[in-house]
């Protein structure tokens, strides 16, 4: 749906640069993923979340459990996503031998890994996505296109959700701009700053 919108909404007529063509990869998925957030808000969840028969809307206890449900084991999830990102960066920046790819791949463990893996473990020799899944080296996108979304899904929730400033203007920049500028020139159009990483800390119930 992120990425329907994005191109129904989009007012730039060249083709190449409308909705989501142009936008650059790591920042493709922010729209998806911004509209993604709201299915755990509380406030927009009361409006469609009920019984079938009884119409009893979802208590809030039952949502804080869905939202605890979605954060369990978030920061071992968020560990193994760096450790997946950074691999694929290092592992692009010059020919390895599979020795070499062996020895990155546990340098990198060493930093973001909790459990040991196992000696038999060839994680590196499935790693599909930046073999034959078009992310080569770009496979940290997926992250950095969450920062941007938690940080805007925040902004309209601290504002009020339905009656927020930032919402409004997601649609005028973001949606609206499609790529013909810079997602870093339009998310700081936006927000009127930098992304800020700690909103995702705070997505995950880490922060």
Do not use: C
């Not at 007012?11 to 936008?23: F, P």
């Not at 390895?96 to 791949?105: F, G, K, M």
């Amino acid at each position: 749906m992120g990425h329907a919108i994005h191109h129904l909404l989009s007012t730039v007529n060249e083709n190449e640069i409308s909705g989501v063509n142009g936008v650059e990869w790591d920042a493709v998925e922010f729209p998806s993923q911004f509209l993604e957030n709201f299915a755990f808000e509380p406030k927009v969840l009361k409006m469609f979340a009920m019984h079938h028969v009884t119409k009893e809307v979802l208590p809030d206890t039952m949502i804080d459990k869905l939202v605890k449900s979605k954060n369990f084991l978030s920061a071992m999830g968020m560990l193994r996503q760096l450790e997946f990102s950074i691999f694929d960066l290092k592992v692009h920046t010059k020919a390895y031998t599979e020795t070499e790819v062996q020895e990155l791949l546990d340098t990198i463990r060493e930093e973001t890994a909790l459990i040991e893996m196992p000696k038999y473990n060839k994680f590196q020799n499935g790693f599909s996505h930046i073999f034959a899944g078009g992310y080569g080296a770009g496979y940290y996108s997926y992250k950095w296109a969450e920062v941007l979304s938690a940080d805007a899904y925040y902004s309209v929730i601290d504002e009020g959700v339905f009656y927020s400033h930032t919402a409004t203007k997601y649609l005028e920049v973001v949606l609206n701009g499609g790529g013909a500028k810079s997602m870093d020139k339009l998310f700081k159009e936006l927000m009127g700053r930098d992304a800020d990483t700690d909103q995702l800390l705070r997505l995950n119930g880490i922060k």
